[in-house]
Every structure is written in structure tokens, then in C-alpha cells.
């Protein structure tokens, strides 16, 4: 854990404890006074120096479970029987809010389609997706990852679907948007959190802005040819008052822009090579016209040849945006 993370807890757990002896003394229950002994307990780790480390092999506890509880004792594989099943429940549960976050898979609105691909490499993703019909104002639609894994991550992810919907409904300019996403983001969470994404919007004139906040290049898919759209500036929610720069593109009718999150990119073979951008660049060559479906059709099939069966080591997400 970094000295930022036990900070934290360690403040959660005293801030617990006063609240636990209120509660107690005002003739709580003795499910309060379990509590109270088990944050003594944890308070009291912290002074000898064990807190965060296995009761069972002492090895580290994962961080992302002991923020989301505290009293965590235990790592994930000692975790007993129960503790499994009610883990395996909260991960369905998370899992269920994300699928219900996502947009429709295909959406036409002023001139232009969008479609995604969404693959979680367990049962919860670190990866952010949605597409928002913003009326006169555009087509809006992001793009991102966010830092962490597990049940932790998909809150986070959750919180950026939250705000860039709220963000979006008040007409901002883009640039407004993500300033705003990303100072709420700082300040809502724990500074070891934040997101790289692609954040854009599509006009009924062709005309196409983007914000890419330290995520891997989007790609531009025109009659002639495959380039990378080169921006790129810090990720959101990386410090406080950040800036960030909007390029603006043209497309015209047949051409594309692909972003992909780096499961993507870094997916990698048996011999543990990896994917690379240079042939996801390669791959969409002579894809001019393409519908995205079939771009992002494409590129599934192909990293899934170049895998050849490895495993998946991140969530894999695909969002194809073309002038129709």
C-alpha cells in the first residue's frame, strides 16, 4: 500500500471509531460493540505495523479491498467459504450496475453511427464506455480506463458515467466538460485515483472535437490511409485545476475515428509479445467505408488470432464513431 492509501484508512478508521462510541454509549447495539472492538483492532495494527497484511500467509492484503473495507484482514485466498460467496455476490452485483450503465450497443443520430465493444477480463471492468444523443449540442461519446482493478474500479467507473451525463445536460463546451469531470474526480476520491480517457463530440456537419486526457491515441480512418489523432494531455482527476486542449477534425462521409483502451494494444501472445498499436494501424488500412461494426469486428478477430488462446490480462473496449 502507498503511505497515501494508509493515511486514508487510517483517518476512515478513526473517524469510525468516534462514531462507533457515540453509538455505544448512547446504548448501542452489541453488533456496535463488535465493530468498535474490531476498528480498535485495526487501529491498533496500524501502530505495530501490520495493518494491510495477511492473518493467514502474511503477505499483502489487496488495497483496493481493504479501502473498500477496512477491517479486512485477510487476502483473497484465504478468504473462508462464506467470505467467498458474499465477495462473489457484491462482484454480480457490481457487475449487473455496469451493464446497466452502458449505452445501446449501435446509435444513429445527426449523420453519424457509433458502436462499441465492451469485454471485461473478469467479472468487473476498470473500463469506461458511453455514447450520449446530446440533441443540437452533438453526439457526444467517451472513452477511458481508470486506475485500479476489481469492485473499486467499477465504482469509479460508475462515478464518471454520473458526472459527464450530468456535465453534458448543462451544454458546456467540451473543454468545460472535462475540466469540471476531472476537479470533481480529484476531489471525490483518493489521490491515488484517476482516469485516462477519450472524451468527444461529433457535429451534424461533419466537424469532430476531441479531448484525449493521457489515453492511447484514438485512430483516424480516412480514404487514404490510417493516422493517429497525437494529443493527449494528463488524466483526469490526476491533480486539482488541470487543463486540457480540444482538437477539432473534419470527416467526411465514409470516414472513421476508432478508440480503444489498452487492452487492446497490450494484449499479448503466448511468447508474451505484444499486440502493438503499429498493427491495430496496419489491421484498419483499407477500411475506408467500413460501418463500425465491422471495424470493431474486425479488430476483435484480430487481436483473438494474435492471443491465440493466452489470457486476457485487461479489460478490452472498442468505440468506432463514422460519418454515415
Known amino acids: ?4 492509501v494508509e493515511d486514508f484508512i487510517e483517518k476512515q478508521l478513526v473517524e469510525r471509531r468516534h462514531r462507533l462510541e457515540r453509538a455505544v454509549a448512547a446504548g448501542g447495539t452489541n453488533r456496535a460493540r463488535r465493530l468498535l472492538e474490531d476498528v480498535d483492532a485495526a487501529l491498533e495494527r496500524f501502530e505495530n505495523g501490520t495493518y494491510g497484511i495477511c492473518d493467514v500467509c502474511h ?4 488495497s483496493d479491498r481493504l479501502i473498500a473495507d477496512p477491517l479486512v484482514r485477510v487476502c483473497l485466498d484465504h478468504l473462508s467459504s462464506v ?6 455476490q457484491d462482484l454480480e452485483l457490481a457487475a449487473q450496475v455496469q451493464r446497466g450503465l452502458l449505452p445501446p450497443p449501435n446509435v444513429t443520430s445527426g449523420g453519424w453511427q457509433v458502436s462499441y465493444h465492451y469485454e471485461p477480463a473478469s467479472v468487473v471492468s476498470g473500463d469506461y464506455c458511453d455514447v450520449v444523443d446530446g440533441g443540437e449540442a452533438g453526439l457526444y461519446f467517451m472513452l477511458g480506463d481508470v486506475s485500479g482493478k476489481g469492485v ?3 465504482m469509479l467507473t460508475a462515478h464518471l458515467h454520473a458526472m459527464f451525463r450530468s456535465l453534458i445536460s448543462v451544454k458546456m463546451p467540451l473543454k468545460s466538460i472535462v475540466e469540471h469531470a476531472s476537479r470533481v474526480f480529484a476531489e471525490s476520491t483518493l489521490p491515488t485515483h484517476y482516469a485516462t480517457l477519450v472524451v468527444g463530440r461529433a457535429l451534424p456537419n461533419g466537424a469532430v472535437e476531441v479531448c484525449n486526457a493521457g489515453h492511447p491515441y484514438p485512430l483516424v480512418i480516412r480514404k487514404h490511409g490510417v493516422s493517429e489523432l497525437e494529443t493527449s494531455g494528463l488524466p483526469v482527476g490526476l491533480f486539482r485545476d488541470e487543463e486540457f486542449s480540444v482538437q477539432e477534425l473534419r470527416l467526411e ?6 478508440s480503444y483502451s489498452d487492452g487492446v494494444s497490450e494484449a499479448v501472445d503466448g511468447a508474451g509479445s505484444e499486440y502493438g498499436a503499429a498493427r491495430l494501424r496496419g489491421l ?5 467505408r467500413a460501418t463500425p461494426e465491422d471495424l470493431i469486428a474486425a479488430c476483435n478477430a484480430d487481436v483473438n488470432r494474435f492471443r491465440n488462446g493466452a489470457p486476457k490480462a485487461d479489460d478490452l473496449t472498442i468505440l468506432a464513431l463514422a460519418r454515415s
Open 1 to 4: 500500500m502507498t503511505t497515501v
Open 59 to 62: 503477505e499483502s492484503v489487496e
Open 83 to 88: 467470505e467467498r460467496s458474499a465477495l462473489e
Open 152 to 154: 473499486a474500479a467499477s
Open 253 to 258: 462521409y465514409g470516414e472513421s475515428l476508432l
Open 284 to 288: 484498419l488500412r483499407g477500411s475506408y
